[in-house]
Structure formats: C-alpha cells, structure tokens
Nanobody
Framework: QVQLVEFGGGLVQPGGSLRLSCLASGIISSLYDMGWYRQAPGKQRELVAAITTGGSTSYADSLKGRFTISRDTAEATVLLQMNNLKSEDTAVYYC?????????????????WGQGTQVTVSS
C-alpha cells in the first residue's frame, strides 16, 4: 500500500524556522515528482514547492525564497525547509507524489497524498 507520511509540523513563532519531512513507502519515490501543498482555513489548496525526478525545483512566488525543497541522498524522503515563517504560512501542509506514465492510447497518472501536518505560526 502506498503511504506518504508528513512529519515536522507544529507551533512556531513568527520569524522562526521549521523543517517538514515526507516519508514515502510503497513506491519508488525517485520515479515520482514530489511536492508540498498547503491549505489555510477558508482558502484553496495551493502548491508550495515541487521537485522533479530530475531535481528541478519550483516555488510559489509569494514565498520569496523562504522555503527550500530537497530530496535526501536516497530519494526516499522529501524535505521542506521553511525559514522566516509568517502568520500567513499557517496551514495544513500536504506531501504529494505524482507520476505520469504513457500507456497505449492514453496516459496514466499516479497521484498520492499524505494526510497532512499542521503548521501554526503565532506569537
């Protein structure tokens, strides 16, 4: 069974830092594009950061370089380093794994999600 589990959420003060981890099991994570999404109360879920199988990264413009996504050396874990946290960063953060595979006549996309971890930035 495929499982993505997020770790590292919690309560931090504005300006603080937090590192989230996503541990994948049941898949070969190096074959998947990985990403972090977040959803704040009353808002739609948004992409925070993504990293491709080739190591290319992308970020939401609003993060202003404060967040960094990376894979560990074994590519079994995806990390999100969050610095200079602001109150507006408060949200549930979700790990995502995607894989698009061509098959005859169409394509198949695998899309897996973790259960999320709460990040609260408050003084």
């Amino acid at each position: 069974q495929v499982q993505l589990v997020e770790f590292g959420g919690g309560l931090v003060q504005p300006g603080g830092s937090l590192r989230l981890s996503c541990l994948a099991s049941g898949i070969i994570s190096s074959l998947y594009d990985m990403g972090w999404y977040r959803q704040a109360p009353g808002k739609q879920r948004e992409l925070v950061a993504a990293i491709t199988t080739g190591g290319s990264t992308s970020y939401a413009d609003s993060l202003k370089g404060r967040f960094t996504i990376s894979r560990d050396t074994a590519e079994a874990t995806v990390l999100l380093q969050m610095n200079n946290l602001k109150s507006e960063d408060t949200a549930v953060y979700y790990c995502n794994a995607k894989r698009r595979t061509p098959v005859p006549g169409t394509t198949v996309e695998y899309d897996y999600w973790g259960q999320g971890t709460q990040v609260t930035v408050s003084s």
